[in-house]
């Protein structure tokens, strides 16, 4: 059974703090894993893709993945207002199906 | 650049009327595509998969439909809508190893 799990929240910050979002999974076989954020009432927007053991840092954000723990987690350096939304974690093990998380819901507080 | 249309943006419908949505998608050929449900507050949930013309796997056996009559055209359907119904319909397609969304229908049946 492959799953995803995410802490629902909501996660508060106070603005320019940073925020981490973290993310389970269930199989170790994964291969891909992706971060998405998702504003109220929109569809969802890839902001980061992780494959391999380590960090990956792009901006304000970094992804870090520790597949021996099963877990990935999302970083957000100086959080903004901007910044408040859902974000899913997605997981991709072989086969064409993506796994998602039900989400966590951040909140920037100015 | 690829982009992917979804329409309509929002339809509200009664219960036991038909549904038709429309996904297409721009700047690629052949591409993987999905029908995802997303209810009010609830994570994301995969409807179909195509990955290819009329080539459809479904994971939710309800009174959905899917269909791919052209290579970037995925097409949900419904003979006839249940309240259970209403949510937010993403349309995505897959790339190389991520997934991107369109921006979706909103659909609330009455």
């Known amino acids: 059974q492959k799953e995803v799990e995410q802490n629902s929240g909501p996660l508060s910050v106070p603005e320019g703090a940073i925020a981490s979002l973290n993310c389970t999974y269930s199989?170790?076989?994964?291969?891909?894993f992706f971060w998405y954020r998702q504003y109220s009432g929109k569809s969802p927007e890839l902001i980061m893709s992780i494959y391999s053991n380590g960090d990956k840092e792009d901006g304000r954000f970094t992804a870090q993945l520790n597949k021996a723990s099963q877990y990935v987690s999302l970083l957000i350096r100086d959080s903004q207002p901007s910044d408040s939304a859902t974000y899913l974690c997605a997981v991709k093990w072989d086969g064409n199906q993506f796994y998602f998380g039900t989400g966590t819901s951040l909140t920037v507080i100015p | 650049s690829q982009t992917i249309h979804q329409w309509p943006a929002t339809l509200v419908q009664p219960v036991g009327s038909p549904l038709s949505l429309e996904c297409t998608v721009e700047?690629?050929?052949?591409?993987?595509l999905y029908w995802y449900r997303q209810a009010a507050g609830r994570g994301l949930q995969l409807l179909f998969y195509?990955?290819?013309?009329?080539?459809i796997s479904s994971e939710v056996p309800q009174n959905l439909s899917a269909s791919r009559p052209q290579d970037r055209q995925f097409i949900l359907s419904s003979k006839k809508l249940l309240l259970s119904d209403s949510g937010f319909y993403l349309c995505a397609w897959r790339g190389a190893y991520e997934q991107y969304f369109g921006p979706g229908t909103r659909l609330t049946v009455t």
């Open positions: 700047g690629t050929s052949n591409p993987n």
């Open positions: 195509s990955v290819g013309i009329g080539q």
């Open positions: 199989d170790r076989g994964s291969q891909s």
